[in-house]
């Protein structure tokens, strides 16, 4: 069984600054997929960064990067530069290897301000 | 365009009633999941499958049921005897793993479902 953790229900930030959402987790599997999603508003599901469990190199993607400290099972997801659009649910979610079961965290509401 | 609908984008009904939620999609993906979320919370697993005419259950299997008749159609069916039906309902779909590799799973907009 494979859970997910993100310790921060909310967060805000200035537009421009940045911010470091916090996932920590669990899997028993020794190959697995990490995957930050965006919930906005509207409520759509919107994949952010993808990291895979085998590779050391923390994913980058734009403004948004990952800090995978495959140890310690942390998973935590740092956006630079924020802007209003950023403001949304993230969600935390591990795959396992069969690419079946996917599990979320329970999110962490980001408000970016101006 | 390719992607995933759901149909509709809000259902009521009254308790006591099965109701089906629609899914398509037109991405060529072999998997398809449905998934409940209620609010502030993550998102859970009802159903999935990853060939047409085979599912498999989720966390929260009870109260619901699926086909897959088709390889782009994936409906499920909120039963009476789900007791919290209320909640919004998310489809989803991905490529088989293939050669050691699993891929990402793409969402549809979303039914939001009310049982009064």
Redesign the interface.
Known sequence: AQT?TQSQ?EMSVQEAETVTLSCTYDTSEN?Y?L?W?KQPP??????VI?Q?AYKQQNATENRFSVNFQKAAKSFSLKISDSQLGDTAMY?C?C?????????????TRLMVKP | DGGITQSPKYLFRKEGQNVTLSCEQNLNHD?M?WYRQDP??????IY?S?IVNDF?K?DIAEGYSVSREKKESFPLTVTSAQKNPTA?Y?C?S?T??RD????????G??TRLTVT
């Open positions: 997910v229900p190959n997929y995957f999603y509207s409520r759509q599901m919107i994949l993808r895979e969600f979610a795959l396992n290897n069969a690419g079946n079961m996917l599990t979320f965290g329970g999110g | 998997a999941y502030g919370q993550g998102l859970r697993l999935y990853q498999q989720g919004f998310l989803a991905s088989l793993p050691r590799v699993s891929y990402e799973q793409y969402f907009p979303g």
